[in-house]
Nanobody, 111 residues
Framework: VQLVESGGGLVQPGGSLKLSCVGS????????LKWYRQTPGKEREVVAL????????WYAEAVKGRFTVARDNDKKTNYLQMSNLNPGDTAIYYC?????WGQGTRVTVSS
């Protein structure tokens, strides 16, 4: 199993970023996919997940209304569209399935 995230970067408060996670080595369209984030000194926290068919999603309260998770099973890619970002969203964002993790992509929200 391999998960490869991309799309992180530096963005100003109020800005947007779209993260991507390409999966391989498993039957992509059969599993729920999750996005986590982690900041130094804190535990990794789940921010969003999407059902195997992409029809259902769940969001942490901290990101609800600002983040949108989606997936393209044909492209074996999971997306996290992040809008109205604030400094509290600064973290390394990880894609997850079961106990498999990507390498993470860093998001920094700062003016």
């Amino acid at each position: 199993v391999q998960l490869v995230e991309s799309g992180g970067g530096l963005v100003q408060p109020g800005g947007s970023l779209k993260l991507s996670c390409v999966g391989s080595g498993f039957t992509f369209n059969k599993y729920v996919l999750k996005w986590y984030r982690q900041t130094p000194g804190k535990e990794r926290e789940v921010v969003a997940l999407v059902s195997s068919d992409g029809e259902s999603a769940w969001y942490a309260e901290a990101v609800k209304g600002r983040f949108t998770v989606a997936r393209d099973n044909d492209k074996k890619t999971n997306y996290l569209q992040m809008s109205n970002l604030n400094p509290g969203d600064t973290a390394i964002y990880y894609c997850n399935i079961f106990h498999f993790w990507g390498q993470g992509t860093r998001v920094t929200v700062s003016s």
